[in-house]
């Protein structure tokens, strides 16, 4: 699930940072607290901007040369995007993880790097706030090197290549109380629903 609360705005007037921004990873980023104030881009961010800077590079290579971009499925249970069945209240107060479909490649551990495709939405009122289906491009990201919000960063370990897992993330593992605006309103719970499609 790249994890989370902060602005292109800020990323774009840090030095030097401009030139990272054309990987997908570092551009749907996170910052792993919701007390963090980091110049990251989010999964989740609907900025058109970002949208189209994470567009524009589509793959990542890990430093040993190998790609960690893969493509969806024509066939089989991650052929499609998910439906997220709306979860009744109250919202759980600790992360929740699901196994819908489980894999049977590799399995995605943390330093890993991993290609996901995903859908997001909010528990309270099942609005979808950001999916890589809508891109057409799957998610590329490492685990455990703070590209993506604590949720992600703890619900995709163990998950195995082929698998699909739902993930429920309170706010103090996502955004939260700063939220993530305009899609993420603050302490918002989040439900992820989660394919993975490769790990190395």
Same mark, same amino acid.
């Given at each position: ?11 774009? %007037? ?8 054309l ?15 980091? /110049?990251?881009?989010?999964? %989740? ?19 040993? %040369? ?14 499609? +995007? ?11 107060? +600790?992360?929740?993880i ?21 859908? /997001? ?5 099942? +609005? ?5 289906? +809508? ?8 685990? /455990? ?16 290549? %082929? ?9 103090n ?5 700063? /939220? ?19 790990s190395?």
């Amino acid at each position: 699930m790249t994890k989370f609360d902060a602005h292109f705005s800020n990323l774009r %007037g840090r030095a030097g940072i401009a030139a990272a921004a054309l990987s997908a990873a570092a551009l749907i980023a996170g910052c792993g607290s919701s007390s963090s104030s980091t /110049g990251t881009i989010t999964v %989740g961010n609907e900025n058109p901007s970002d949208a189209a800077l994470v567009t524009s590079s589509p793959s990542k290579t890990t430093p040993t %040369g190998t790609s960690t971009t893969a493509t969806t499925p024509t066939t089989g249970p991650l052929a499609t +995007k998910p439906v997220i069945q709306p979860l009744p209240p109250p919202p759980p107060k +600790k992360l929740v993880i699901k196994d819908l479909v489980v894999g049977t490649g590799a399995e995605a551990k943390t330093g890993s790097a991993v290609t996901v495709n995903y859908v /997001g939405q909010l528990y309270s009122n099942g +609005k979808e706030f950001d999916s890589s289906w +809508k891109r057409n491009q799957p998610f590329p990201f490492t685990i /455990g090197t703070g590209q993506v919000i604590t949720g992600w960063e703890k619900g995709v370990p163990g998950m195995k290549v %082929g698998g699909r897992r739902e993930l429920v993330i309170p706010p103090n593992e996502a955004y939260g109380v700063k /939220g993530s605006p305009p899609s993420i309103p603050p302490n918002a719970t989040l439900v992820f629903v989660i394919d993975l499609l490769a790990s190395h």
